[in-house]
């Protein structure tokens, strides 16, 4: 199989957020993906077993996506898709609010936020893909959204081993 054929498809980059009684977990992912326009839009999210985020979105049934726009730093992005949220609250010194539905939400170089509940998930090996249901939503900036292709050309950014779409 030639494995560059998988380099040609192309995403965008988000924070996703959720928060289990006290403990919030949150990291950045490329794989959201819209599935259906319904009234109560339908959205996929692929993330990977080991990471924080997976474990507490399982208890939580909750999860908020941000729309990185092109205004996003190398701080942001290494805070929330590096590091693990198991001992560090990566809430802390970054601009959130909290959704409706009570999981903070990062407005940090944000384009537009999602707030959706998790309806259904599958088993995918190493991740889980989770099906969400959107229950609100708010386009809160004009600036252009952060594409792959943008972080992985422009700002020369690297994709951790969990992501869905490393490769060595
Ligand atoms: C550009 C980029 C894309 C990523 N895409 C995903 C993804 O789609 N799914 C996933 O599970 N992890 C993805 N990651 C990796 C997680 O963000 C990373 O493992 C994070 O440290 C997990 O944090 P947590 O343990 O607090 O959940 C990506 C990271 C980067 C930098």
């Given amino acids: 199989m030639d494995k560059s054929a998988f380099f040609k498809l192309t995403y965008g980059l988000y924070i996703i957020t959720t928060k289990y009684e006290d403990h919030f977990a949150g990291c950045v992912v490329n794989t959201v993906v819209q599935a259906t326009a319904e009234e109560r839009p339908k959205i996929l999210v692929t993330v990977n077993k080991e990471n924080n985020t997976n474990e507490v979105m399982k208890k939580s049934k909750k999860v908020n996506i941000s729309v990185l726009s092109k205004e996003a730093d190398m701080l942001l992005i290494g805070k929330f898709g590096f590091r693990s949220s198991k001992d560090f609250n990566k809430l802390n ?36 893909v989770f099906i969400l ?36």
């Avoid at 539905?101 to 088993?123: F, H, L, R, V």
């Avoid at 972080?151 to 994709?159: A, C, L, P, R």
């Fill in 133 to 168: 249901e959107a229950t609100d939503s708010k386009t809160i900036s004009d600036a252009p959204v952060l594409t792959y292709d943008y972080y992985h050309n422009v700002i020369k950014g690297k994709t951790p081993p969990k992501a869905s779409s490393f490769a060595e």
């Fill in 93 to 128: 010194g970054t601009d959130h609010i909290i959704g409706n539905n009570g999981i903070p939400i990062i407005t940090k170089s944000t384009s537009a936020y999602i707030e959706a509940n998790i309806i259904n998930e599958i088993d995918c090996g190493t991740h889980t």
